[in-house]
């Protein structure tokens, strides 16, 4: 039930939320809201638009340190063959927890459908100014003001002008002109419509009032034959650009501090063509590089063989085998914090062959396995230049957090991350993950069981835990 929709209302009711959503500084929908959870949770207040909120529940569950936090976006759909990268960007924006409402003018109804945006963003599509179900409080207030930030993608050459001058006469113009929000444009036209001279005069004067542009980029047009700038960004570089303006930088908690990060599979030889080795993609790993070195952190990241670009600011180290993997994380010591997300083979072929091993009939050639040495134990039981703290991962199949406090004891190491890899998870390669923290607290093994997050996320949240751990310093971003 992500939206209200209020019907046959008496003229007194509507009187009085209306008043009482204006004292109460919130817009009569959310008002319903607060009404129907006061009832729910047994504290209904008189019938009175001037009695005091409700103060927020002490039960409240807190967010996470690190989480993102929840953000809201207006999307402005214009009318442009563009439009239909809108779709992609409604997936984007909410795949950074980012919650999107959108309003589609008259002319981007020729190339999405309401239908077709309602479903993917989960939220009733508005198109009409003058639309009698939400404009009985002023709807497009409400989608002026409820919101962090409003994105107009496509942004037209016709709703900028609109813009640039003051003009209100369709909701999607109105709305822009009622905010009080910070507005994003991505521009989609012709090359011509875009360095036109009133078009170019129209830009000036947006970016003087504030707003802020990306794009458009360069490429060629839907029309054949046509190219140049005016190409819509692709929704990606919308979605991280609508992102680094709800979400301020981050401090830099583990600014001077030296992390060392192991990532990926090993891969053990048999012969020149065939190898030992696992399912791990390496992405948390990666992941986990990336959030330490946008905290600050001076990151070394020893990596098995992956299909992953290097995390920009980060010194990679590649190897091949467990063995050569220790000899890089020990060459690297020492570091302030060790994080072991590498999935390392347990076993090796003892004498590995110099030449293709063949088939023979009748037989099976004789592979003789011994261990590789234990990373995360080596390290965890140095007597110097080991880290402050040490965390490892636990992949398991069963009995998972059994099993991740006896490798807590085992190891060594301060934390484990447990995470079910079991193949019905997809963790294994894929792009989200469900972990369980591991540690020692007051004598006690303590377990923080996380939500379902995408990797990004889990490395996020551990992240900051690591920061409050080692500095006390918290990674909420700055006021």
């Known amino acids: 039930m992500a939206s209200l929709t209020i019907r046959k209302l008496d003229d007194a009711v509507k009187t009085y939320l209306r008043l009482r959503s204006a004292k109460n500084h919130r817009s009569v929908e959310e008002e319903v809201r607060v009404i129907l959870r006061e009832l729910i949770e047994g504290r209904e207040e008189p ?5 005091a909120p409700p103060t927020p529940s002490a039960t409240a569950t807190p967010q996470r340190i690190g989480a993102l936090p929840e953000a809201s976006v207006t999307l402005i759909i214009g009318g442009g063959i563009a439009a239909y990268k809108s779709l992609d960007l409604i997936r984007r924006l909410k795949e950074r927890r980012i919650e999107v409402r959108c309003v589609l003018t008259k002319a981007a109804q020729q190339f999405v459908t309401p239908l077709a945006v309602s479903a ?20 497009h207030i409400r989608l002026a003001r409820e919101c962090d930030l409003i994105v107009v993608a496509p942004a037209t050459a016709d709703l900028m002008a609109k813009m640039a001058n003051g003009h209100a006469d369709d909701l999607a113009s109105a709305i822009l002109l009622a905010t009080n929000r910070k507005i994003l444009l991505a521009p989609a036209m012709n090359p011509l419509m875009w360095n036109n001279a009133a078009t170019r005069r129209n830009v ?8 802020v542009l990306i794009g458009p980029n360069s490429g060629e047009m839907a029309e054949a034959g046509e190219a140049g ?20 930088p981050m401090p830099k908690p583990l600014a001077g501090k030296r992390v060392l990060i192991t990532a990926g599979p090993t891969h053990e030889p048999i012969d020149p063509v065939r190898y030992i080795a696992n399912r791990s993609s390496g992405k ?8 330490a070195q946008a905290a600050g952190a001076e990151v070394i990241l020893v990596s098995g063989p992956v299909d992953l670009g290097d995390p920009a600011g980060v010194t990679v180290k590649h190897v091949e085998s467990a063995r050569q993997m ?24 003892a004498n590995e062959g110099e030449q293709k091993l063949k088939k023979t009939a009748g037989s099976m050639p004789p592979l003789q396995l011994v261990e590789n040495p234990d990373i995360l134990a080596t390290i965890s039981r140095l007597a110097d230049k080991r880290p402050p703290l040490v965390i490892g991962f636990a992949a398991e199949t069963e009995h998972l957090i059994d099993n991740a406090k006896t ?15 079991s193949p019905a998870t997809g963790v294994m390669g894929g792009d989200r993950n469900t972990v369980h923290l591991i540690s020692r607290k007051d004598g006690e093994i303590a377990v923080d069981s996380w939500p379902v997050m995408t990797k990004e996320q889990v490395a996020i949240e551990l992240v900051a835990h690591i920061a409050k751990s080692a500095t006390g310093k918290s990674l909420e971003p700055a006021s």
């Open 47 to 51: 019938l009175t638009p001037f009695s």
């Open 120 to 139: 993917l963003s989960h939220e009733r599509v508005y198109t009409d100014l003058f639309d009698p179900q939400s404009e009985f409080d002023a709807g």
């Open 204 to 211: 000036t004067q947006l970016q003087r009032d504030g707003v």
């Open 229 to 248: 700038v005016g190409r819509m960004s692709e929704a990606i570089e919308i979605a991280t650009a609508a992102e680094r303006l709800l979400r301020p």
């Open 284 to 291: 948390q790993g990666f992941a986990i590089a990336a959030a």
């Open 326 to 349: 220790l000899e890089q994380v020990q060459a690297a010591l020492p570091a302030d914090i060790a994080i072991f997300a590498a999935a390392v083979a347990d076993w090796r072929v």
């Open 407 to 421: 490798k807590l004891a085992r190891k060594g190491c301060d934390w484990i991350v447990a995470n079910d890899v």
